[in-house]
């Protein structure tokens, strides 16, 4: 699972780089979405935890970013996943680790 995003000062906090906000939404995204591809139709999932490590500060002259998730564990309750936001050089910018609740629905 991939997101990009294209960083400018709409994204800004009052130093004057991408707020952690930012990278935090991105990868709890593209891990929470990793996740529910893998569940079935009428299952869902939040997030329970989300660790962020910040690498690096990026701006607009970053240029385009990419936040890419996968699942590390699928139980029947628990799932885990992990992330990774880099530059279109490579360069790591943050990385991060998930916990996901799985939502089943209740047997009528």
Request: hydrophobic content about 35%.
């Amino acid at each position: 699972m991939a997101m990009s995003l294209d960083p400018g000062p709409r994204h800004y906090n009052p130093l004057g780089t991408v707020h952690g906000g930012v990278h935090a939404t991105l990868l709890d995204s593209v891990m929470g979405c990793a996740v529910h591809t893998l569940l079935p139709p009428g299952v869902s999932y939040t997030t329970l935890e989300l660790k962020v490590n910040y690498v690096r500060a990026i701006d607009e002259d970053t240029g385009p970013v990419t936040a890419r998730g996968s699942v590390i564990h699928l139980g029947g309750r628990i799932a885990t996943g992990e992330g990774r936001l880099e530059t279109g050089a490579g360069d790591l910018v943050a990385h991060a680790t998930t916990t996901c609740m799985i939502l089943r629905p209740r047997p009528a």
